[in-house]
């Protein structure tokens, strides 16, 4: 044992001599794939009045995101295992290729219905780019070094969401919404190109056969949740009977998907990885973290726009207390990581931060400052900052290398529907709200205003008379400070579920596994691969 841990460490030794220019180009092509993932709703979203003014199809509109998510969030497991059977790089690359077909396809769309159908096709893409960037960190840096590299991953995810909204209305007004989606084809030729020069890991060939089942279940399952909180309340109420067919079709789809991985020679997703105490609590973490992020980046720009005054244009820029704190505690926290080997701390104080933040922001009102709500962001961001890639890190440090994959695409799909939840249950209180106290402040005109939606866009509040408009004001405090409120009742889960954290040494350390139980297990030391 000694002598095979002393071979491990040489090798280890010897490689991280020859990698570190090769992994940084290799880490290069996959933020810039991160970035197309990200970035992608965020310009589009931008685009959306003008594409519908040319093409038509308003009533359709919704399904233009709609289509993407569900591709996305269906096909992030699936490309996690076909990762871990046939290889990382050679599904990866396949994951950019259909993005950017779908991309060009989209941008040559000739009417609402074709539009919709490419963006599926793009999203069926991104679910493997998310999921491929993460997997092909974990195969290349140990998870004692990969806190180094948390900053640029948060880095990214702010960079799109601030400069997404901003790059979208450039592009739209200068070359045209096409562009919105031709952008992405120069961006992935080059991530193409650097990641098959410079990637080299080891090939697989797996003669086990695909779980087609278990990937229609799961498919099913999960399109039925994400149409659930998509339409539940906005185009069906919440008892109608389509969504109460979609949650029992939701509901038997992932019994039987469950049922039958426990049976399933090569399962999508191998339920073994959840008797890892670690992995099930960093699944309930993303989950909520999830779920109070993609909350808190609707409703945040939506209050500083109705109710401080705030230009719609530059709305990204609104969440820049939030996306810098969480930035900059990202790298901190992957930096202490890294040097100490440790990471239990974080979870628990992005618990405590991620309550308090929220709590703060729910007593936002028609009174309150932009620098006040600029603090709140900023401790809401602190508190995400040492959520977000702490969750992924330790996912992957306790699961085997062979599953790396479906833990990275695990944690990713947890992420995603915490967000689908976190959009619909907080917006469907926040119209509920809004609605309520219109009719309270403006009787019968307030109710009208707002039969259709709770959210007016700027050009119906500035045609408001003064005192309907001061009652808009004060229905959206209102239910900002409803939606924020329930987030910090959610958020107390993922409090408590830190404290059961079990800090397992991190993969690449110098501490020894202690032997014996599941988690103990994750601490193997992880082969190092070289990049190039």
């Not at 992420?415 to 509920?432: H, K, Y």
Request: hydrophobic fraction near 50%.
């Amino acid at each position: 044992m000694a002598d095979t841990e002393g071979a491990q460490s040489v090798e280890s030794s010897e490689i991280e001599g020859k990698k570190p220019r090769s992994v940084r180009v290799v880490l290069l092509a996959l933020m810039i794939a991160m970035m197309l993932a990200m970035l992608d709703n965020m310009i589009v979203g931008t685009a959306m009045p003008t594409i519908v003014g040319e093409l038509g199809g308003l009533e359709h509109l919704s399904w233009v995101v709609t289509g993407y998510t569900l591709a996305t969030a269906a096909a992030t497991p699936i490309w996690g295992k076909l990762g871990d059977m046939f290889g990382r790089k050679a599904t990866f690359l396949t994951s950019i290729v259909i993005f950017l077909i779908g991309s060009a396809l989209s941008g040559m769309a000739q009417n609402m219905g074709e539009l919709i159908g490419f963006r599926a096709v793009q999203g069926l893409g991104a679910g493997g780019l998310m999921v491929g960037v993460m997997a092909i960190i974990g195969d290349l840096i140990p998870p004692r070094e990969r806190g180094k590299y948390q900053g640029m991953m948060a880095g990214v995810m702010a960079l799109a969401m601030i400069g997404g909204p901003l790059v979208g209305g450039t592009i739209t007004d200068n070359w045209g919404w096409r562009w919105s989606f031709y952008i992405n084809l120069p961006l992935g030729a080059v991530a193409l190109a650097l990641v098959s020069a410079v990637l080299h890991l080891p090939k697989k060939r797996s003669k086990a056969r695909i779980d087609y089942l278990g990937a229609a279940l799961l498919t099913i399952g999960i399109t039925s949740i994400v149409l659930v909180t998509t339409w539940g309340g906005s185009e069906y109420a919440w008892t109608s009977a389509r969504i109460m067919e979609l949650i029992g079709i939701g509901v038997a789809a992932l019994v039987g998907f469950v049922f039958w991985q426990t049976r399933a020679a090569e399962p999508v997703v191998p339920l073994h990885i959840f008797r890892s105490r670690n992995f099930t609590l960093m699944s309930v973490i993303g989950f909520i973290t999830g779920f109070v992020m993609f909350g808190a980046t609707l409703f945040l720009p939506l209050y500083q726009q109705s109710v401080q005054g705030a230009s719609a244009t530059n709305s990204g820029l609104l969440l820049l207390p939030m996306l810098g704190a969480m930035l900059v505690t990202s790298m901190v926290a992957g930096r202490i990581t890294t040097n100490s080997g440790r990471y239990k701390v974080f979870p628990i104080v992005g618990g405590v931060l991620m309550i308090t933040g929220l709590y703060l922001l729910s007593t936002m009102d028609t009174g309150t400052s932009r620098l006040t709500s600029g603090v709140f962001m900023a401790v809401l961001g602190l508190g995400m900052g040492c959520l977000m890639q702490i969750t992924m890190l330790v996912a992957q440090n306790s699961v085997e290398m062979k599953d790396m994959g479906v833990a990275s695409s695990s944690t990713t799909l947890f992420r995603t529907l915490g967000s689908s939840f976190g959009v619909a249950i907080m917006g469907a209180l926040f119209n509920n709200r809004v609605k309520d106290v219109m009719a309270e402040r403006a009787g019968s005109q307030g109710s009208k205003l707002t039969e259709q939606s709770a959210q007016l866009d700027a050009a119906s509040l500035a045609k408001l008379p003064a005192a309907a408009r001061e009652a808009y004001q004060h229905a959206v405090s209102a239910g900002t400070h409803s939606a924020f409120l329930l987030g910090a009742v959610v958020a107390v889960v993922v409090l408590a579920a830190a404290f059961f954290v079990k800090e397992v040494p991190l993969k690449g350390g110098p501490q020894k596994p202690e032997g014996g139980a599941a988690d103990n297990a994750d601490a193997v030391p992880a082969p190092v691969i070289e990049a190039v």
